[in-house]
T-cell receptor, first 110, second 114 residues
Framework: SQKIEQNSEALNIQEGKTATLTCNYTNYSPAYLQWYRQDPGRGPVFLLLIRENEKEKRKERLKVTFDTTLKQSLFHITASQPADSATYLCALGDTGKLIFGQGTTLQVKP | DTAVSQTPKYLVTQMGNDKSIKCEQNLGHDTMYWYKQDSKKFLKIMFSYNNKELIINETVPNRFSPKSPDKAHLNLHINSLELGDSAVYFC?????????????FGPGTRLTVT
C-alpha cells in the first residue's frame, strides 16, 4: 500500500543546533516534493520545493534533500531558533495533487 | 489583505444539519482546493477546481458538495452532518493545476458536530 511516513514523535532540540526531519514514502513515484510549516490554529505555509531530478535545495537556513532511490527526503534547519518551533509537513506531488504526511512537531528550546 | 480567506473560522452544529463553508482567494490563481485535517493531523485533499471546473474528486461522501461560482471562490456545502465530519477544513489555491506550484492555504474552519 502507499504510505508517507514522518516521525510522529516530537523532535526536541536545543537552540543553535541543526534540526533534521525525515519523510519516507513507499509505492509512490513523486515528480516533486514540498515542505510546509504549520503553526497551531493556522493553515500550512509553503517552505521549499524539490523536484525528482534535484538532489538538494537551500533557502536561507533551510535545506532539503531528495533521494528517489531511498525514497526519502530530509529537511534541515540550521542554527535553529525557538521561533522555528512548529509542525513540518512533507507533501508528495502525485498525479497532479499533493499527498501530505502527518507532520513532525519540532520544539526548539532556548 | 488576506490572500486566502475562509468563513466561518469556527462552526459548531448538531448531527443531521446542513452547513456551508466559504472560501475566497485574491491571488488571481486558477486552481482552488478543499482539504480535511483530522484529529491526527492528516491533511487530505477532498476536491480541486481549476477555473470553475472540478478536476479532483477524492473518495468523499456525496453529502459533500463543492461549488465554484467563479475562479476566486470555492464553497463547500455539507448535508446531513455526522460526528465523523468533525475536523478542520482548509481551502487552498495555486496558480495552476497539475504542476509543482506551491499552494496557499487559508486559516481553516474548525467544524465540530455534536
Amino acid at each position: 500500500s502507499q504510505k508517507i511516513e514522518q516521525n510522529s514523535e516530537a523532535l526536541n532540540i536545543q537552540e543553535g543546533k541543526t534540526a533534521t526531519l525525515t519523510c519516507n514514502y513507499t509505492n509512490y513515484s513523486p515528480a516533486y516534493l514540498q515542505w510546509y510549516r504549520q503553526d497551531p490554529g493556522r493553515g500550512p505555509v509553503f517552505l521549499l520545493l524539490i523536484r525528482e531530478n534535484e538532489k538538494e535545495k537551500r533557502k536561507e537556513r533551510l535545506k532539503v534533500t531528495f533521494d528517489t532511490t531511498l525514497k526519502q527526503s530530509l529537511f534541515h534547519i540550521t542554527a535553529s531558533q525557538p521561533a522555528d518551533s512548529a509542525t513540518y509537513l512533507c507533501a508528495l506531488g502525485d498525479t497532479g495533487k499533493l499527498i501530505f504526511g502527518q507532520g513532525t512537531t519540532l520544539q526548539v528550546k532556548p | 489583505d488576506t490572500a486566502v480567506s475562509q468563513t466561518p473560522k469556527y462552526l459548531v452544529t448538531q448531527m443531521g444539519n446542513d452547513k456551508s463553508i466559504k472560501c475566497e482567494q485574491n491571488l488571481g490563481h486558477d486552481t482552488m482546493y478543499w482539504y480535511k485535517q483530522d484529529s491526527k493531523k492528516f491533511l487530505k485533499i477532498m476536491f480541486s477546481y481549476n477555473n470553475k471546473e472540478l478536476i479532483i474528486n477524492e473518495t468523499v461522501p456525496n453529502r459533500f458538495s463543492p461549488k465554484s461560482p467563479d475562479k476566486a471562490h470555492l464553497n463547500l456545502h455539507i448535508n446531513s452532518l455526522e460526528l465523523g465530519d468533525s475536523a478542520v477544513y482548509f481551502c487552498a489555491s495555486s496558480p495552476y493545476s497539475g504542476r509543482d506550484y506551491e499552494q496557499y492555504f487559508g486559516p481553516g474552519t474548525r467544524l465540530t458536530v455534536t
